[in-house]
């Protein structure tokens, strides 16, 4: 296999794995509260990654500098409000529709990022984001046009939260030298804490619960954050920005594809429409928002060729920006 192929290879399994974890979310938080589910995740992961800075730091430099828990535990509290809302939406809606209504931070996170905007996002830009918002009402009405569902409105929510997380991941390590599995365990360390308390009382449930519920969190913590991080990071490095990011953006379709594949969730006539214009609209939105960035660019450094610095596309983030999206814990 070609370094091409085997890095593409690689981005499609991180779309993948993203794509699954809300059905995991879902299967745990069935199983166990919600906040210990949470706990248990943010727990899980930072073992790994304090095993991972140790033995990292024994070939390097020190663990941890100022920057990056100064960065890290805002972002760590930021990154826990995402979770927090979208662990409680996925257990209210179907996986599939929690996975495709959260992949409007990909239009959304512009709009909250003036960077790189200078006088204002084309209009096109904003029918590319209606058509979005109109895929969101149409998952929304699932078996017809019926009051809201409490999960789906959830997921609205997390992504205006993790668009804001996003901008504020650029903010926080614009211009500073920041490594990224140290933010990230910062940043679990951080959440851990968060929910020890709240989750404390119900967590002798943990004690009680089968090993397919263990069996969940361990795949939430160990392959949906700390194996997609760093795989996302080898490869992004080796791989153009606009090739990763449309790979990875492929997540909501593997959301998709795992829930009705293994949950046995069915699409109507008006979901799967929804989901056909979800994609279209945060493809097309993606596509202009980074034409419009690099044309800015461009105009303010005429004798640089134009780069792309990053791409708002995820939503989930836990690493300073990469020319992809950041990704989930």
């Known amino acids: 296999m070609s370094d ?10 991180v779309a993948l794995v993203w794509g699954s974890s809300y059905l995991s979310a ?7 509260p919600v906040l210990v589910v949470l706990f248990a995740r943010y727990a899980l992961s930072a073992l790994a990654c304090l095993g991972l ?6 070939r390097g430099p020190r663990r941890w500098t100022r920057e990056e828990i100064r960065a890290g535990v805002p972002l760590g509290v930021t990154q826990a409000a995402v979770l927090l809302i979208e662990t409680y939406g996925v257990a209210h809606t179907s996986a599939a529709n929690a996975g495709l209504i959260i992949s409007l931070t990909i239009v959304l996170t512009p709009l909250l990022d003036r960077s790189g905007h200078r006088g204002g996002l084309p209009p096109v830009f904003f029918v590319a984001a209606g058509v979005c918002v109109l895929a969101v009402g149409l998952l929304m ?7 809201l569902r409490l999960g789906d409105l959830l997921m609205l929510g997390a992504a205006v939260v993790r668009a804001a997380h996003v901008v504020l991941v650029g903010r926080l390590t614009a211009g500073r030298t920041i490594r990224p599995l140290q933010l990230t365990a910062v940043q679990t360390l951080v959440g851990s804490a968060l929910f020890l308390v709240p989750a404390a009382r119900d967590l002798p449930d943990l004690a009680h619960v089968g090993l397919a519920a263990w069996a969940q969190l361990l795949y939430l913590a160990l392959f949906c954050s700390v194996f997609a991080f760093l795989a996302q990071t080898w490869a992004v490095q080796r791989t153009s920005a606009s090739r990763a990011s449309l790979l990875l953006g492929t997540e909501p379709i593997w959301a998709a594809a795992v829930g009705i594949g293994l949950a046995g969730e069915h699409f109507t006539v008006l979901t799967a429409l929804g989901a056909a214009l ?18 800015a660019q461009s105009a303010e ?9 990053e791409d708002p596309a995820c939503p989930t983030a836990t690493a300073p920006p990469t020319p992809t999206r950041p990704t989930s814990v």
Request: without cysteine.
């Open 26 to 32: 879902q299967t745990a938080a069935a199983a166990l």
């Open 53 to 58: 800075v140790a033995t990292a730091a024994r």
């Open 301 to 309: 450094n005429p004798k640089i060729p134009h780069h792309t610095e």
């Open 4 to 13: 091409a192929r085997r890095t593409d290879a690689v981005l499609l399994l």
């Open 278 to 295: 979800m994609v279209t609209g945060t493809y097309w939105g993606q596509a202009v928002e980074r034409a419009h960035r690099g044309t």
């Open 141 to 147: 009405a699932g078996n017809g046009f019926h009051a």
